[in-house]
């Protein structure tokens, strides 16, 4: 049942436990001498750090650093008629970057985990599994950005210009026609690609091919490098089954590591786009 994605990552597993007590918030009794005749209201409008998640869970809540969808960083250029090959964002900003593929499993609490957490994931989607469920992609409306991962997610090293070109503009189109709007970010399935993937994606509109830096996997983070999220690490994970289990592994890895989720498109933003 498992994608076949991430065995590229098999190998780099840092174990990490995330069992790590974290410091409770610690209500001293004030010792200032106040009397408690007078009922102070607190009126603060710090937001919850955390809130109820499907399930009994608990789901970290992120404050957006900066107004999403406002461009932060350009994307590299193309050159020679390929599209760069972004393997994580430069940044010395402790951002990180979740990125959610295939769409193989339509999980009814992807949404909510989204909007509660305040993180907005990159999708990269294959036609096979939009088509068809459009509503239940267009349900990320708000909360996502869709992008493009090939319409039936073969490998495509060494295939043909013409079948590289098929799968990478096929997919772009039907997820225009049925979502909305047209991808600009393209991942390779398996992370697979040579110089014609780059060249189609390039031919097809796309401005970047974008691949990772760490993975979830069943409810853990796992790392190609190091034993932490590092400022401009893209992350992996996929629409699967664990679904709250892996996102919710991400969030707290964050929390952990000091990081915040950004939007990956505002780092990849058009050359034409300002800053
Ligand atoms: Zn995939």
């Known amino acids: 049942m498992r994608p076949r994605g991430v065995a590229v990552l098999a190998a780099v597993v840092a174990v990490v436990c995330a069992c790590s007590s974290q410091p409770e918030a610690r209500q001293d009794p004030s010792a200032a001498g106040t009397t408690t005749t007078t009922a102070v209201t607190t009126t603060t409008t710090t937001p919850p750090t955390a809130v109820p998640g499907p399930g009994g869970t608990t789901i970290p809540v992120f404050q957006q650093p900066y107004a999403f969808g406002t461009p932060q960083q350009h994307v590299p250029l193309i050159v020679d008629g390929m599209v760069p090959v972004v393997r994580r964002i430069e940044t010395d900003r402790p951002y990180v970057f979740i990125t959610i593929d295939d769409g193989a499993v339509r999980h009814p609490a992807a949404v909510e985990l989204m909007r509660k957490s305040g993180v907005e994931p990159t999708l990269f989607l294959n036609s096979k599994h939009v088509d068809g469920h459009a509503d239940y992609f267009k349900g990320f409306d708000d909360v996502a950005t869709v992008h493009a991962h090939t319409a039936t997610h073969p490998d ?19 997820l225009r026609a049925q979502l909305g709007a047209r991808p600009k970010l393209f991942r390779p399935p398996f992370g697979n690609f040579d110089h014609t993937t780059r060249r189609a994606a390039a031919d097809c509109g796309f401005t970047a091919l974008v691949m990772w830096t760490a993975a979830v996997n ?3 983070v796992q790392f190609q490098a190091g034993g932490r999220l590092n400022a401009g690490d893209i992350v992996l994970m996929h629409f699967r089954h664990t679904f709250v289990e ?24 058009d050359s034409q786009a300002t800053v």
């Open 246 to 269: 892996d996102f919710l592994a991400f969030l707290e890895r964050c929390k952990l590591d000091g990081v915040t989720p950004v939007v990956l498109g505002d780092f990849l933003a």
């Open 218 to 220: 069943d409810g853990v």
């Open 156 to 174: 495509l090293t060494g295939t043909s210009y013409e079948f590289q070109r098929g799968e990478i503009c096929g997919n772009a189109d039907l």
